[in-house]
């Protein structure tokens, strides 16, 4: 089965970019998609189709995608960036998440 | 307001089992394929389920594969999964999400909770 690999944790320094990555196999040739998830809550989508943001996502997310790895990229991170973040993929007709990584702002 | 609202969750014994709702407000619910998505505690996302507009294709995680049923209601707004032969790893809280084909998963639940115990 597809499977999609994320660093556990990412520290960054208010005010720095954090790039967070997600590895699979030829991801390139599909789309990658990112979630936000904060302690208590649902996930929130802030990146589809590598590197669209929906409506209301800051401009400081920013995605990209080609041959093995996504990377969300988080400009100026602020505090309240803290989170856990989650990569998507499909696989064919099922869907595929990675195993998320957790954003430390400090 | 777009909206998502689980229900049905609760205490289930292994071997059990469970129907949760997912009722949809704030848009026409016929667009969009919907999902089950699950998360155990302290873990991460994984994918449960995900049907078509129309009803007419369903495709399962393996991990469920066979033991679980999702289906949908377009007249009462509803997504449901039927979950049968309850296992103590199936405990999770479990999300309905929306998404349109390529567009990911805007818009999610507040998400309800399976414990599956002896």
């Known amino acids: 089965s597809y499977e999609l690999t994320q660093p556990p944790s990412v520290s960054v320094s208010p005010g720095q970019a954090a790039s967070i990555t997600c590895s699979g196999d030829?991801?390139?040739?599909?789309?990658a998609y990112w979630y936000q998830q904060k302690p208590g809550q649902s996930p929130v989508l802030v990146i589809y189709?590598?590197?669209k943001r929906p409506s209301g996502i800051p401009e400081r997310f920013s995605g990209s995608n080609s041959g093995n790895t996504a990377t969300l990229t988080i400009s100026g991170t602020q505090a309240m960036d803290e989170a856990d973040y989650y990569c998507q993929a499909w696989d064919s007709t099922t869907v595929v998440f990675g195993g998320g990584t957790s954003l430390t702002v400090l | 307001e777009v909206q998502l609202v689980e229900s049905g969750g609760g205490l289930v014994q292994p071997g059990g089992s469970l129907r949760l709702s997912c009722v949809a407000s704030g848009f026409t619910f016929s667009y969009y394929w919907m999902h089950w998505v699950r998360q155990a505690p302290g873990k991460g996302l994984v994918w449960v389920s995900r049907i078509n507009s129309d009803g007419s294709t369903t495709t399962y995680a393996d991990s469920v594969k066979g033991r679980f049923t999702i289906s949908r209601d377009t007249a009462k707004n509803t997504l449901y999964l039927q979950m049968n032969s309850l296992r103590a790893e199936d405990t999770a809280v479990y999300y309905c999400a929306r998404s349109q084909p390529s567009d990911g998963m805007d818009v999610w639940g507040q998400g309800t909770t399976v414990s599956v115990s002896s």
């Open positions: 189709q590598d590197k």
């Open positions: 030829k991801l390139g040739d599909t789309y």
